[in-house]
Protein backbone atom coordinates (compact mmCIF):
# COMPACT_ATOMS: atom_id res chain seq x y z
CA UNK A 1 0.00 0.00 0.00
CA UNK A 2 2.65 2.32 0.59
CA UNK A 3 4.33 1.74 -2.79
CA UNK A 4 0.96 3.13 -4.16
CA UNK A 5 0.53 6.85 -5.51
CA UNK A 6 -2.37 8.15 -3.59
CA UNK A 7 -3.67 11.82 -4.17
CA UNK A 8 -4.47 12.46 -0.20
CA UNK A 9 -1.78 11.69 2.34
CA UNK A 10 -2.17 9.08 5.20
CA UNK A 11 -2.67 11.88 8.12
CA UNK A 12 -5.96 13.22 6.09
CA UNK A 13 -6.63 10.21 6.55
CA UNK A 14 -5.91 9.58 10.48
CA UNK A 15 -6.86 13.11 11.06
CA UNK A 16 -10.29 13.03 10.04
CA UNK A 17 -10.85 9.19 11.95
CA UNK A 18 -9.47 11.06 15.44
CA UNK A 19 -12.03 14.03 15.01
CA UNK A 20 -14.50 11.18 15.13
CA UNK A 21 -13.95 8.60 17.09
CA UNK A 22 -14.62 9.96 20.97
CA UNK A 23 -12.45 10.83 23.30
CA UNK A 24 -13.08 10.12 27.44
CA UNK A 25 -14.48 13.43 28.91
CA UNK A 26 -13.90 14.57 31.57
CA UNK A 27 -15.98 12.91 34.25
CA UNK A 28 -17.62 10.62 31.98
CA UNK A 29 -18.24 6.98 33.83
CA UNK A 30 -15.65 4.32 33.60
CA UNK A 31 -17.88 2.08 32.06
CA UNK A 32 -18.17 4.41 28.67
CA UNK A 33 -14.76 5.32 28.95
CA UNK A 34 -13.50 1.95 28.66
CA UNK A 35 -16.18 1.59 25.75
CA UNK A 36 -14.99 4.65 24.26
CA UNK A 37 -11.36 3.04 24.85
CA UNK A 38 -12.70 -0.21 23.33
CA UNK A 39 -13.60 1.24 20.02
CA UNK A 40 -10.55 3.57 19.59
CA UNK A 41 -8.42 0.47 19.59
CA UNK A 42 -10.48 -1.17 17.28
CA UNK A 43 -10.31 1.41 14.30
CA UNK A 44 -6.46 2.33 15.38
CA UNK A 45 -4.79 -0.79 15.28
CA UNK A 46 -3.10 -0.81 11.93
CA UNK A 47 -5.22 -1.24 9.06
CA UNK A 48 -4.80 -0.01 5.74
CA UNK A 49 -7.56 2.19 5.25
CA UNK A 50 -8.36 0.17 1.81
CA UNK A 51 -11.75 1.34 1.68
CA UNK A 52 -11.14 4.94 2.95
CA UNK A 53 -8.38 5.11 0.60
CA UNK A 54 -11.20 4.43 -2.47
CA UNK A 55 -13.72 6.31 -1.93
CA UNK A 56 -11.63 9.23 -1.58
CA UNK A 57 -9.46 8.71 -4.39
CA UNK A 58 -13.03 7.45 -5.94
CA UNK A 59 -14.65 10.97 -5.41
CA UNK A 60 -11.17 12.55 -6.55
CA UNK A 61 -11.38 10.36 -10.41
CA UNK A 62 -14.57 11.25 -10.71
CA UNK A 63 -14.55 14.98 -10.19
CA UNK A 64 -11.44 15.31 -12.52
CA UNK A 65 -13.37 13.29 -14.86
CA UNK A 66 -16.11 16.23 -15.05
CA UNK A 67 -13.34 18.99 -14.49
CA UNK A 68 -14.82 20.13 -11.43
CA UNK A 69 -13.25 20.70 -7.86
CA UNK A 70 -13.68 18.38 -5.03
CA UNK A 71 -14.67 19.63 -1.73
CA UNK A 72 -13.62 17.47 1.18
CA UNK A 73 -16.30 18.58 3.42
CA UNK A 74 -18.32 16.49 1.86
CA UNK A 75 -16.21 13.89 1.12
CA UNK A 76 -14.48 12.74 4.22
CA UNK A 77 -17.65 11.95 6.37
CA UNK A 78 -18.53 9.49 4.26
CA UNK A 79 -14.61 8.00 3.87
CA UNK A 80 -14.75 7.64 8.25
CA UNK A 81 -17.83 6.09 7.89
CA UNK A 82 -16.94 3.35 5.87
CA UNK A 83 -13.91 3.10 7.81
CA UNK A 84 -15.84 2.53 10.88
CA UNK A 85 -18.22 0.16 8.97
CA UNK A 86 -15.33 -2.19 8.28
CA UNK A 87 -13.72 -2.16 11.55
CA UNK A 88 -16.99 -2.65 13.39
CA UNK A 89 -17.36 -5.81 11.03
CA UNK A 90 -13.56 -7.26 12.04
CA UNK A 91 -14.67 -7.27 15.47
CA UNK A 92 -17.99 -8.73 15.20
CA UNK A 93 -16.01 -11.28 12.86
CA UNK A 94 -13.29 -12.11 15.49
CA UNK A 95 -16.30 -12.84 18.35
CA UNK A 96 -15.95 -16.50 19.09
CA UNK A 97 -19.67 -16.94 17.91
CA UNK A 98 -18.12 -16.32 14.31
CA UNK A 99 -14.44 -16.90 13.72
CA UNK A 100 -12.87 -17.18 17.08
CA UNK A 101 -9.81 -15.42 16.39
CA UNK A 102 -7.92 -14.87 18.81
CA UNK A 103 -5.64 -11.92 17.17
CA UNK A 104 -6.30 -9.50 14.45
CA UNK A 105 -3.46 -7.38 12.85
CA UNK A 106 -0.78 -9.05 15.44
CA UNK A 107 -2.55 -8.25 18.16
CA UNK A 108 -5.03 -9.13 20.58
CA UNK A 109 -8.81 -9.21 19.16
CA UNK A 110 -11.15 -6.82 20.65
CA UNK A 111 -13.15 -9.75 22.40
CA UNK A 112 -9.89 -10.80 23.74
CA UNK A 113 -8.42 -7.86 25.30
CA UNK A 114 -11.42 -6.53 26.41
CA UNK A 115 -14.16 -9.04 26.85
CA UNK A 116 -16.83 -10.46 24.60
CA UNK A 117 -19.76 -8.39 25.76
CA UNK A 118 -18.09 -5.02 25.33
CA UNK A 119 -16.51 -6.26 21.70
CA UNK A 120 -20.22 -6.53 20.63
CA UNK A 121 -20.84 -2.90 21.92
CA UNK A 122 -17.88 -1.56 20.87
CA UNK A 123 -19.29 -3.02 16.63
CA UNK A 124 -22.71 -1.81 17.89
CA UNK A 125 -21.12 1.61 18.58
CA UNK A 126 -19.16 2.24 15.67
CA UNK A 127 -21.98 1.00 12.93
CA UNK A 128 -24.21 3.92 14.66
CA UNK A 129 -21.36 5.96 14.76
CA UNK A 130 -20.79 5.75 11.00
CA UNK A 131 -24.60 7.07 10.18
CA UNK A 132 -23.79 9.75 12.62
CA UNK A 133 -20.24 10.73 10.88
CA UNK A 134 -21.98 10.35 7.57
CA UNK A 135 -24.66 13.59 8.55
CA UNK A 136 -21.74 16.16 9.53
CA UNK A 137 -21.53 17.62 5.84
CA UNK A 138 -22.65 21.05 4.53
CA UNK A 139 -25.89 21.52 4.09
CA UNK A 140 -25.34 22.22 0.12
CA UNK A 141 -23.98 18.60 -0.38
CA UNK A 142 -26.87 17.08 1.70
CA UNK A 143 -28.25 15.10 -1.62
CA UNK A 144 -25.01 13.54 -2.86
CA UNK A 145 -24.61 12.57 0.87
CA UNK A 146 -27.88 11.06 1.55
CA UNK A 147 -27.51 9.20 -2.03
CA UNK A 148 -24.00 8.06 -0.55
CA UNK A 149 -25.58 6.99 2.77
CA UNK A 150 -27.72 4.83 0.77
CA UNK A 151 -25.25 3.22 -1.13
CA UNK A 152 -23.17 2.36 2.36
CA UNK A 153 -26.20 1.35 4.14
CA UNK A 154 -27.26 -1.49 1.90
CA UNK A 155 -23.71 -2.55 0.93
CA UNK A 156 -23.46 -2.92 4.79
CA UNK A 157 -26.47 -4.57 5.68
CA UNK A 158 -28.55 -7.95 4.69
CA UNK A 159 -28.69 -7.00 0.79
CA UNK A 160 -24.33 -7.04 1.28
CA UNK A 161 -21.63 -7.54 4.03
CA UNK A 162 -24.47 -8.98 7.34
CA UNK A 163 -26.06 -11.20 4.10
CA UNK A 164 -22.72 -12.79 3.19
CA UNK A 165 -21.56 -13.50 6.28
CA UNK A 166 -24.62 -15.09 7.59
CA UNK A 167 -24.47 -17.15 4.25
CA UNK A 168 -20.58 -17.88 5.01
CA UNK A 169 -21.74 -18.91 8.56
CA UNK A 170 -24.43 -21.25 7.87
CA UNK A 171 -22.32 -23.11 5.11
CA UNK A 172 -19.93 -24.25 8.12
CA UNK A 173 -22.43 -24.24 11.40
CA UNK A 174 -25.38 -26.50 10.95
CA UNK A 175 -26.89 -24.72 13.86
CA UNK A 176 -27.37 -21.58 12.10
CA UNK A 177 -29.12 -23.60 9.40
CA UNK A 178 -31.64 -25.04 10.63
CA UNK A 179 -29.61 -28.62 11.40
CA UNK A 180 -28.80 -28.91 7.76
CA UNK A 181 -25.05 -28.97 6.69
CA UNK A 182 -25.14 -26.65 3.70
CA UNK A 183 -21.95 -25.88 1.07
CA UNK A 184 -21.89 -24.07 -2.32
CA UNK A 185 -23.56 -25.87 -5.29
CA UNK A 186 -21.58 -24.14 -7.56
CA UNK A 187 -18.62 -21.72 -7.82
CA UNK A 188 -20.35 -18.79 -9.32
CA UNK A 189 -22.73 -19.24 -5.82
CA UNK A 190 -19.41 -19.15 -3.93
CA UNK A 191 -18.41 -15.98 -5.67
CA UNK A 192 -21.39 -14.57 -5.36
CA UNK A 193 -21.33 -15.21 -1.16
CA UNK A 194 -17.94 -13.21 -1.60
CA UNK A 195 -19.40 -10.58 -3.87
CA UNK A 196 -22.03 -10.00 -0.36
CA UNK A 197 -19.71 -10.41 2.15
CA UNK A 198 -16.64 -8.45 0.95
CA UNK A 199 -17.05 -7.01 -2.36
CA UNK A 200 -20.38 -5.01 -1.42
CA UNK A 201 -18.18 -2.71 0.73
CA UNK A 202 -15.43 -2.31 -1.51
CA UNK A 203 -18.16 -1.09 -4.55
CA UNK A 204 -19.76 1.07 -2.62
CA UNK A 205 -16.84 2.63 -1.48
CA UNK A 206 -16.38 3.31 -5.34
CA UNK A 207 -19.59 3.68 -5.87
CA UNK A 208 -19.74 6.74 -3.46
CA UNK A 209 -17.22 8.11 -4.36
CA UNK A 210 -18.38 8.69 -7.84
CA UNK A 211 -21.68 10.25 -6.08
CA UNK A 212 -19.69 12.29 -3.88
CA UNK A 213 -16.81 13.35 -6.28
CA UNK A 214 -20.15 14.71 -8.89
CA UNK A 215 -19.26 12.18 -11.15
CA UNK A 216 -21.30 11.46 -14.32
CA UNK A 217 -23.68 8.01 -14.66
CA UNK A 218 -20.95 6.51 -16.91
CA UNK A 219 -18.14 7.76 -14.13
CA UNK A 220 -19.91 6.06 -10.99
CA UNK A 221 -20.77 3.02 -13.00
CA UNK A 222 -17.05 2.66 -13.83
CA UNK A 223 -16.43 2.89 -10.71
CA UNK A 224 -18.77 0.16 -9.12
CA UNK A 225 -17.55 -2.04 -11.63
CA UNK A 226 -13.88 -1.60 -10.50
CA UNK A 227 -14.96 -2.25 -7.12
CA UNK A 228 -17.12 -5.20 -7.33
CA UNK A 229 -14.06 -6.82 -9.27
CA UNK A 230 -11.94 -5.28 -6.93
CA UNK A 231 -13.34 -6.96 -4.15
CA UNK A 232 -13.46 -10.34 -5.66
CA UNK A 233 -9.30 -10.55 -6.37
CA UNK A 234 -9.17 -9.30 -2.29
CA UNK A 235 -11.30 -12.04 -1.42
CA UNK A 236 -10.14 -14.68 -3.48
CA UNK A 237 -6.47 -13.31 -2.73
CA UNK A 238 -7.60 -13.52 1.25
CA UNK A 239 -8.37 -17.40 0.86
CA UNK A 240 -4.98 -18.11 -1.10
CA UNK A 241 -3.10 -16.46 2.03
CA UNK A 242 -4.97 -18.58 4.16
CA UNK A 243 -3.48 -21.40 2.54
CA UNK A 244 -0.32 -20.17 1.68
CA UNK A 245 0.19 -17.01 4.04
CA UNK A 246 2.93 -16.68 6.99
CA UNK A 247 1.17 -15.49 9.84
CA UNK A 248 3.87 -13.88 11.12
CA UNK A 249 3.09 -12.01 8.20
CA UNK A 250 -0.11 -11.51 7.72
CA UNK A 251 -0.60 -10.84 11.73
CA UNK A 252 -3.43 -13.18 11.85
CA UNK A 253 -4.25 -16.70 11.91
CA UNK A 254 -5.62 -18.94 8.87
CA UNK A 255 -9.31 -19.12 10.74
CA UNK A 256 -10.89 -19.78 7.44
CA UNK A 257 -9.08 -23.00 7.39
CA UNK A 258 -8.93 -24.00 10.95
CA UNK A 259 -13.22 -23.61 11.23
CA UNK A 260 -13.66 -25.61 8.49
CA UNK A 261 -14.70 -23.03 6.00
CA UNK A 262 -15.36 -23.21 2.50
CA UNK A 263 -12.86 -21.21 0.76
CA UNK A 264 -11.93 -20.80 -3.04
CA UNK A 265 -8.42 -23.45 -2.97
CA UNK A 266 -10.99 -25.85 -1.43
CA UNK A 267 -13.76 -25.44 -4.07
CA UNK A 268 -11.55 -24.63 -7.15
CA UNK A 269 -8.08 -25.37 -6.54
CA UNK A 270 -5.40 -23.29 -5.81
CA UNK A 271 -3.76 -22.80 -9.24
CA UNK A 272 -7.77 -22.20 -10.48
CA UNK A 273 -8.30 -20.02 -7.49
CA UNK A 274 -4.41 -18.33 -8.78
CA UNK A 275 -5.68 -17.65 -12.35
CA UNK A 276 -9.29 -16.58 -10.73
CA UNK A 277 -7.23 -13.59 -8.88
CA UNK A 278 -5.16 -12.11 -11.84
CA UNK A 279 -8.87 -12.43 -13.79
CA UNK A 280 -11.05 -10.53 -11.47
CA UNK A 281 -8.06 -7.49 -11.27
CA UNK A 282 -7.52 -7.87 -14.96
CA UNK A 283 -11.49 -6.82 -15.12
CA UNK A 284 -11.10 -4.25 -12.45
CA UNK A 285 -8.23 -2.25 -14.71
CA UNK A 286 -10.44 -2.74 -17.61
CA UNK A 287 -13.43 -1.05 -15.97
CA UNK A 288 -11.06 2.30 -15.65
CA UNK A 289 -10.96 2.88 -19.46
CA UNK A 290 -13.17 5.70 -19.14
CA UNK A 291 -10.85 7.83 -16.90
CA UNK A 292 -6.99 9.01 -17.56
CA UNK A 293 -3.64 8.81 -15.49
CA UNK A 294 -5.95 10.42 -12.31
CA UNK A 295 -6.77 6.60 -11.85
CA UNK A 296 -3.13 5.61 -11.74
CA UNK A 297 -3.52 5.56 -8.22
CA UNK A 298 -6.63 2.85 -8.53
CA UNK A 299 -4.82 0.61 -11.49
CA UNK A 300 -1.99 0.26 -8.53
CA UNK A 301 -4.23 -0.54 -5.99
CA UNK A 302 -5.52 -3.76 -8.46
CA UNK A 303 -2.18 -5.22 -8.83
CA UNK A 304 -1.73 -4.98 -4.96
CA UNK A 305 -4.53 -6.63 -4.24
CA UNK A 306 -3.80 -9.53 -6.27
CA UNK A 307 0.04 -9.85 -5.45
CA UNK A 308 0.01 -9.08 -1.81
CA UNK A 309 1.26 -11.29 0.70
CA UNK A 310 -0.42 -10.02 3.56
Avoid at 11 to 34: H, W
Avoid at 61 to 89: K, T
Avoid at 183 to 189: F, L, R, V
Wanted: aromatic fraction near 6%; charged fraction near 25%.
Amino acid sequence: MNSISWQFPPDLIETSLQRVLPLPEKGVEPERARLQHAMRSAVFNGGKRLRFHLLLEAAFVASRAQNVELDLSGVLPAACAIELIHAYSLVHDDLPAMDDADTRRGKPSCHVEFGEATAILVGDALLTLAFEAMTQVPPDRSTPALRAMSILARAAGECGMVGGQMIDIAWSNEKENGGVIAAPKSGEELLQMHALKTGALIRAACEAGGVLGAGDVKAIESLARYGAQLGRAFQLKDDLLDVEGDPEIMGKSATDVANDKITAPAFFGIEATRRLTFEARDAALSSLEYFGAEADALRQLAHFVAEREK
